[in-house]
């Protein structure tokens, strides 16, 4: 969607049958007109060769173009299974978690064709780094959270008084009020509860606890709902009771806001809880040892992360499964029945190859599509982030260097305007070189140099970062495929593209009839602003 011709020829190893082989593929993205809903027959029209070749595409990455990033920032490799991602921007910290990791922890902005839109780097771990409900970008550094403003510039926030800053997550609401996660302590006698080792628990245990607290546009608590006044020793797993005279009580690792609710996660309890945020009450309590729910066509999840609002009655996660029988991660859609109680897994993503022993997330974006963050997985060399269509295919996976890992990432729009410098490409003395339009007082090429003119040496992807705020903004991407030729007429990602496929207009059934509603289980064809349109199963 939106890719330049060349970089799909080249990316296919220059190979001319490739350019068949990307319209074939893409046949459901072609220009729509409504009578091309009336003809689900097409599919089964498709010649053998034809379906060979789309099968032979699900299944096989495809290089489409590569991926430039300046020196001080881990590297990255995206494996492209279909089109770009349906996804703008993409917010996202990498952390060091694993060792030896040698290049610092990072923020990143990422383009809907995965090149980078802004970074920052911090030699401390950097946290939860996504767009907020005020229209400011929020990430935590050493427990303290911070809020960018519109020049990228960091603004310290209010924390915790009293009691300590809790990392996993921060809501900074429209009305200008904090939700903000806290963490307190206390003791409590543990005898008669054991360890996982088998050890019985001290008299006189520390106790840790989560605590929410909500703040008012001047920093002071209006209301505050702590896990100690709903959770008991006994609500713990016993595989995260490690020491007789140490406990984490909930472990909460993420909440959600729709106004009324709280919806929070809480890792060690396996138990996803709904409260009532008017009155601090429990409403529900999804998954542990105070399970509300059967689960219809579900196990149950295990150490998950990231619970999430996905409309009314839908809640969506991250199932790390990091101490069930079955480990491999998954990210799962629940629709949770409040009058019989009943959880049902609508869909799930699945990647065997993995193990994830914490962190990770999993968003569910407004046309179905979701992005994965895996957390800490193993081995090393695997995904970290993955991308699916609603329909399930995988559209790409990401894959981090240096040993790093991603606690969390999220499909947004930039909260406020961000400029990006412009290169642009000329021949001088028989050489192709780069510079850019504009002067700033620092600039760094993804090949390293830090002049202002590049000239360049060899094929491939070039990108130009300036100085931000607290980070570096980077350039448009220029794609160099012959060193001898004229340069590109236009650059391989073009940041003022304002054609979005990600804008859905209209949502049609097989007959061509407007759909307000999906039904489970059937096709439709959304159609986007830019004209382009797609089959999708609803689930």
Same mark, same amino acid.
């Given at each position: 969607?939106?890719?330049?011709?060349?970089?799909?020829?080249?990316?296919?190893?220059?190979?001319?049958?490739?350019?068949?082989?990307?319209?074939?593929?893409?046949?459901?993205?072609?220009?729509?007109?409504?009578?091309?809903? *009336?003809?689900?027959?097409?599919?089964?029209?498709?010649?053998?060769?034809?379906? *060979?070749?789309?099968?032979?595409?699900?299944?096989?990455?495809?290089?489409?173009?590569?991926?430039?990033?300046?020196?001080?920032?881990?590297?990255?490799?995206?494996?492209?299974? %279909?089109?770009?991602?349906?996804?703008?921007?993409?917010?996202?910290?990498?952390?060091?978690?694993?060792?030896?990791?040698?290049?610092?922890?990072?923020?990143?902005?990422?383009?809907?064709?995965?090149?980078?839109?802004?970074? *920052?780097?911090?030699?401390?771990?950097?946290?939860?780094?996504?767009?907020?409900?005020?229209?400011?970008?929020?990430?935590? @550094?050493?427990? %303290?959270?911070?809020?960018?403003?519109?020049?990228?510039?960091?603004?310290?926030?209010?924390?915790?008084? =009293?009691?300590?800053?809790?990392?996993?997550?921060?809501?900074?609401?429209?009305?200008?009020?904090?939700?903000?996660?806290?963490?307190?302590?206390?003791?409590?006698?543990?005898?008669?509860?054991?360890?996982?080792?088998?050890?019985?628990?001290?008299?006189?245990?520390?106790?840790?606890?989560?605590?929410?607290?909500?703040?008012?546009?001047?920093?002071?608590?209006?209301?505050?709902?702590?896990?100690?006044?709903?959770?008991?020793? *006994?609500?713990?797993?016993?595989?995260?009771?490690?020491?007789?005279?140490?406990?984490?009580?909930?472990?909460?690792?993420?909440?959600?806001?729709?106004? +009324?609710?709280?919806?929070?996660?809480?890792?060690?309890?396996?138990?996803?809880?709904? @409260?009532?945020?008017?009155?601090?009450?429990?409403?529900?309590?999804?998954?542990?040892?105070?399970?509300?729910?059967?689960?219809?066509?579900?196990?149950?999840?295990?150490? %998950?992360?990231?619970?999430?609002?996905?409309?009314?009655?839908?809640?969506?996660?991250?199932?790390?499964?990091?101490?069930?029988?079955?480990?491999?991660?998954?990210?799962?859609?629940?629709?949770? $029945?409040?009058?019989?109680?009943?959880?049902?897994?609508?869909?799930?993503?699945?990647?065997?190859?993995?193990?994830?022993?914490?962190?990770?997330?999993?968003?569910?974006?407004?046309?179905? $599509?979701?992005?994965?963050?895996?957390?800490?997985?193993?081995?090393?060399?695997?995904?970290?982030?993955?991308?699916?269509?609603?329909?399930? +295919?995988?559209?790409? $996976?990401?894959?981090?260097?240096?040993?790093?890992?991603?606690?969390?990432?999220?499909? $947004?729009?930039?909260?406020?305007?961000?400029?990006?410098?412009?290169?642009?490409?000329?021949?001088?003395?028989?050489?192709?070189?780069?510079?850019?339009?504009?002067?700033?007082?620092? +600039?760094?090429?993804?090949?390293?140099?830090?002049? %202002?003119?590049?000239? @360049?040496?060899?094929?491939?992807?070039? +990108?130009?970062?300036?100085?931000?705020?607290?980070?570096?903004? =980077?350039?448009?991407?220029?794609?160099?495929?012959?060193?001898?030729?004229?340069?590109?007429?236009?650059?391989?990602?073009?940041?003022?593209?304002?054609?979005?496929?990600?804008?859905?207009?209209?949502?049609?059934?097989?007959?061509?009839?407007?759909?307000?509603?999906?039904?489970?289980?059937?096709?439709?064809?959304?159609?986007?602003?830019?004209?382009?349109?797609?089959?999708?199963?609803?689930?």
């Amino acid at each position: 969607m939106g890719f330049h011709l060349d970089a799909v020829v080249y990316g296919c190893c220059g190979l001319r049958v490739c350019m068949r082989f990307y319209f074939v593929y893409f046949d459901d993205l072609q220009p729509f007109s409504r009578r091309d809903v *009336a003809i689900s027959s097409a599919v089964t029209e498709l010649g053998a060769m034809k379906k *060979a070749v789309m099968l032979l595409l699900f299944l096989m990455p495809i290089a489409l173009f590569g991926q430039p990033t300046p020196p001080n920032l881990p590297s990255y490799r995206i494996d492209w299974y %279909q089109d770009t991602m349906i996804c703008n921007y993409m917010f996202l910290s990498t952390e060091r978690f694993v060792l030896p990791a040698t290049l610092p922890s990072t923020a990143m902005i990422l383009d809907r064709r995965g090149y980078v839109v802004w970074y *920052a780097t911090s030699e401390d771990n950097l946290f939860t780094f996504s767009p907020q409900p005020n229209g400011t970008l929020a990430f935590n @550094v050493n427990d %303290q959270w911070y809020a960018l403003d519109s020049a990228m510039n960091p603004i310290a926030k209010p924390t915790c008084a =009293g009691i300590a800053n809790d990392f996993h997550d921060k809501i900074d609401l429209a009305s200008g009020h904090i939700l903000e996660l806290c963490s307190a302590d206390t003791t409590m006698d543990l005898r008669g509860l054991y360890t996982y080792s088998g050890q019985e628990g001290d008299s006189m245990a520390a106790v840790r606890y989560n605590v929410v607290n909500e703040l008012d546009a001047n920093g002071a608590i209006v209301k505050h709902w702590r896990g100690i006044d709903h959770f008991s020793p *006994a609500d713990i797993d016993s595989l995260y009771f490690f020491y007789p005279w140490y406990l984490e009580l909930n472990h909460t690792n993420s909440m959600d806001f729709d106004g +009324q609710h709280l919806l929070l996660s809480h890792r060690a309890n396996h138990e996803v809880t709904l @409260v009532d945020w008017g009155t601090g009450n429990v409403l529900w309590r999804l998954g542990g040892p105070n399970n509300d729910f059967f689960y219809l066509n579900d196990g149950g999840f295990k150490s %998950q992360h990231d619970a999430r609002f996905v409309g009314p009655g839908r809640i969506s996660l991250l199932d790390n499964r990091s101490i069930a029988s079955v480990r491999a991660p998954r990210a799962v859609l629940y629709a949770l $029945d409040t009058t019989l109680w009943l959880a049902t897994k609508v869909y799930e993503r699945v990647d065997a190859t993995l193990e994830s022993s914490s962190m990770g997330s999993f968003r569910v974006l407004a046309n179905g $599509d979701g992005l994965v963050s895996w957390g800490t997985t193993a081995p090393n060399g695997r995904p970290n982030l993955s991308y699916y269509h609603g329909n399930g +295919q995988k559209v790409c $996976d990401i894959v981090l260097q240096d040993n790093h890992k991603c606690y969390r990432a999220v499909c $947004d729009e930039l909260p406020f305007a961000i400029t990006r410098p412009e290169i642009v490409c000329d021949r001088q003395n028989n050489q192709l070189v780069l510079q850019a339009t504009g002067s700033y007082p620092s +600039q760094l090429w993804s090949t390293g140099s830090t002049s %202002q003119l590049l000239v @360049v040496q060899d094929t491939g992807y070039y +990108q130009l970062y300036v100085p931000l705020g607290m980070g570096f903004v =980077g350039s448009n991407v220029f794609h160099i495929t012959d060193l001898e030729a004229n340069c590109p007429s236009t650059p391989a990602a073009d940041p003022s593209d304002a054609a979005r496929p990600a804008v859905l207009l209209e949502t049609y059934d097989l007959l061509g009839r407007p759909a307000s509603t999906r039904v489970a289980g059937q096709i439709y064809i959304e159609r986007y602003r830019d004209g382009r349109s797609r089959k999708v199963i609803h689930y």
